[in-house]
C-alpha cells in the first residue's frame, strides 16, 4: 500500500472565522481528509504575536475549534489539536532559529505589514513567525501545505530552513508545496486594495454572521474603486469571486451569468448583485449556524477532541523531534 501525502495547515484564533479564510483554507480542509494524512491546528502561539486580550484569547481558540467542526473537519479522519498542546512545535522552532538568517526574516511582507500596523508592539515573535510556521510543517513531514495566497511567502521560508537543516546536518526535510487550485485572495468588503482580515471589522462576513448581519455587511461593501479604462474595478472583481464561489455551484443557479451579462451590458445594479450575494451566503452558511449552535452546547465533546487530536500529533511529533535531537548534536534524556 502506498503510503498517503501529508497535508498540515493552520488558523490562527484570532478573531472570527470569515469566508476569506473559509476559501483560501478551510474549505479545502474538508476536502482533503478524505484523501490525505492531515493534520490540522489551532495556531494559538502565532496569534500571540499580535495584541490581544487572554480572556477573549481562550474563547477564540474554542471557537475555533467549533469553526473546523462545524465547516466539516472530522476528528476521525484528520488529526485536529492545538498547536500550544504539542511542545515540540517550539522546541523545533528554536533549532530552526539557530539556521535562520535574519535579513530573510526582515523582508517577510507580512513582518512589515503587521509592524506597521502595531507599531507599539513589534516582538521579536512576529519577526520569528515564519521560524515556527516551518517547525509546524516540516515536524509532520508534510508534502502539501492548503493555504491562501499570503501564506506563499511562508512557504517559501519553510523550504530555505528545511534546505539550510539539511545541508548542515544532512539531507532529512524534503520539500513542501501549497495546495492551491487557485490563488484565492479575497479581498476587503471596505477596501477592496487589502486582503479581508479577522483584524478589520466590517471588511469581513464571518461564517456564523447572522442573516441581517450578512446582509448589512454587503450592502456597505465597496463597488467605486478607480480601475483603468476596460478593467473590473477591484471591488466589483470581489463580488464576482465571492458570487462564484457562493451562488451558483451549491445553488446550481446561473446568478454568477445573470450579473457578469449585465456587467458586460452596462445594466448592472450593484445592489442587486450585493443583495442576491448576502442570500447565497445566507443560504450556504445556514448548516453552519445549526451546526456550531450543537457543538456550543457540548464542551466535554470540544475538550476529548483536542486532547485526543493533541496525543496523536503528539506522538508523531516527537519521533520527528528525537531524529532532529540526533542530528544537530544534543543528547536526549
Ligand atoms: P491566518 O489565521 O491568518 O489565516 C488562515 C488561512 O486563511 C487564509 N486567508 C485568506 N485566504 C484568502 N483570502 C483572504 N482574505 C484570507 N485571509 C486569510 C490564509 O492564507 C491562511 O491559509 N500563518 C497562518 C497560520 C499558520 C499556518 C502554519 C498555516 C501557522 N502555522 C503552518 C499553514 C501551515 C495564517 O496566516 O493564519
Not at 18 to 24: F, V
Request: glycine fraction near 6%; charged fraction near 30%.
Amino acid at each position: 500500500m502506498s503510503k498517503k501525502e501529508v497535508i498540515v495547515s493552520g488558523i490562527q484564533p484570532s478573531g472570527e472565522m470569515h469566508i476569506g479564510n473559509y476559501l483560501g483554507a478551510l474549505k479545502d480542509f474538508v476536502k482533503l481528509q478524505e484523501e490525505f494524512e492531515c493534520y490540522f491546528f489551532i495556531a494559538d502561539l502565532h496569534s500571540l504575536t499580535e495584541d490581544y486580550s487572554p480572556e477573549e484569547k481562550r474563547q477564540q481558540i474554542t471557537d475555533t475549534l467549533i469553526a473546523f467542526l462545524a465547516a466539516g473537519l472530522d476528528p476521525q479522519k484528520s488529526t485536529i489539536f492545538v498547536q500550544s498542546h504539542v511542545p515540540a512545535h517550539v522546541e523545533l522552532a528554536w533549532i530552526f532559529n539557530t539556521l535562520t538568517p535574519i535579513n530573510e526574516l526582515e523582508r517577510m511582507t507580512q513582518y512589515k505589514d503587521k509592524s506597521a500596523k502595531q507599531k507599539k508592539n513589534i516582538n521579536v515573535g512576529l519577526l520569528t513567525y515564519p521560524v515556527l510556521q516551518a517547525a509546524d510543517i516540516l515536524l509532520y513531514h508534510a508534502d502539501q501545505v492548503p493555504v491562501g495566497h499570503d501564506q506563499i511567502q511562508h512557504l517559501e521560508m519553510t523550504n530555505i530552513i528545511a534546505k539550510k537543516f539539511n545541508n548542515k546536518y544532512g539531507e532529512y526535510f524534503h520539500e513542501v508545496k501549497a495546495h492551491m487550485k487557485d490563488p484565492v485572495r479575497i479581498m476587503s468588503l471596505t477596501d477592496p486594495e487589502k486582503k479581508m482580515s479577522k483584524s478589520e471589522p466590517g471588511s469581513y462576513v464571518g461564517i456564523f454572521d447572522e442573516p441581517e448581519i450578512i446582509r448589512k455587511k454587503l450592502a456597505k461593501a465597496v463597488t467605486a474603486t478607480d480601475a483603468p479604462t476596460g478593467e473590473m474595478p477591484k471591488g466589483v472583481k470581489n463580488l464576482f469571486d465571492l458570487l462564484k464561489e457562493f451562488a451558483d455551484p451549491p445553488a446550481g443557479g446561473n446568478t454568477f451569468d445573470k450579473f457578469d451579462k449585465q456587467y458586460k451590458d452596462g445594466s448592472i445594479k450593484y445592489s442587486e448583485l450585493k443583495s442576491d450575494l448576502a442570500e447565497s451566503l445566507i443560504t450556504y452558511f445556514a448548516p453552519f449556524r445549526a451546526r456550531r449552535a450543537e457543538l456550543t452546547k457540548d464542551t466535554e465533546a470540544l475538550t476529548k477532541i483536542m486532547k485526543e487530536g493533541a496525543e496523536k500529533a503528539h506522538t508523531v511529533a516527537l519521533k520527528t523531534y528525537k531524529e532532529v535531537y540526533e542530528k544537530v548534536g544534543l543528547v536526549w534524556s
